[in-house]
């Protein structure tokens, strides 16, 4: 008997990436993953992403859907939202996965193949292990503050990852029910720690591949001042909460 494909679900939030959006979908559609559907979670973009959005579902045959927020309310929302819809329609792995074209969709099967080789909870696409790099084009200035938020972070809360601000991730379905994603309440890019820190707290198996992360192609960048301060906050909240509370 021939075992049945999982489904992967990639989700995708989106806020005025219409010039992206279609690139990626070709991207994930050429993979040849067998069972890979797209979940577009378009926050009421001006610029027309939704509509654009929904003209890729049409033509898909079902592989991509769109969830329409009426909020911009920041990136973990749209995540927290996007994922529980994934998990309600049958997933088995979900991935998160940036609409700017800075994660390599290349490398999407070896996170997969990665994730499902045995025990492990959730594969990184990172920055920081060996193979892995970032854009040519960065600054040295945001090299450098990149790796030192990872530093920070990592010497705050004990993660164990190289890569502990990446927002490429394939999670096991379970892993996803294990940590209790509806009571995430972090937004941003501290979104990310928070899930990692999870994760790390009940004991399970955190895996990194080394990727290329590349500069948005079109677009502007999403991290705000506020988004920043927020991030920093984080690993100290998740500190003396996870004192209080029991894994």
């Keep these: 008997m021939v ?115 045995d025990d492990t909870a959730v594969v990184i696409g990172s920055r920081y292990v060996p193979g892995g790099s970032t854009a040519e084009e960065w600054p040295w200035h945001r090299k450098a503050l990149s790796a030192w938020a990872n530093l920070y972070v990592n010497t705050i809360l004990s993660l164990g990852v190289r890569d502990a601000t990446a927002g490429y991730k394939a999670w096991r379905a379970e892993t996803l029910r294990a940590i209790d994603l509806p009571s995430v309440h972090s937004n941003g890019y501290s979104f990310q720690v928070e899930l990692n820190h999870r994760v790390a707290r009940r004991g399970l198996t955190i895996r990194e591949v080394p990727i290329r992360f590349e500069e948005r192609v079109e677009g502007a960048s999403k991290m705000s001042l506020a988004v920043q301060v927020e991030s920093a906050l984080a690993p100290w909240k998740l500190l003396r909460e996870g004192r209080r509370e029991k894994p």
Aim: charged share 20%; aromatic share 2%; net charge negative.
């Design 3 to 117: 075992e049945a494909s999982p489904k992967v679900v990639v989700v995708v939030p989106t806020y005025n990436e219409r010039e992206n959006l279609p690139v990626l979908a070709g991207l994930l559609a050429g993979l040849g993953l067998p069972d890979l559907h797209l979940l577009v979670v378009d926050d009421n973009s001006p610029d027309g992403t939704g509509e654009i959005a929904d003209k890729l579902a049409a033509g898909s045959g079902g592989r991509v859907r769109v969830l329409h927020r009426t909020e911009k309310d920041g990136l973990g929302r749209a995540y927290v939202a996007g994922m529980t819809k994934a998990l309600e329609d049958g997933a088995d792995v979900v991935v998160q996965m940036d609409a700017d074209l800075s994660h390599p969709a290349s490398v999407l099967p070896l996170m997969v193949s990665t994730l499902l080789a």
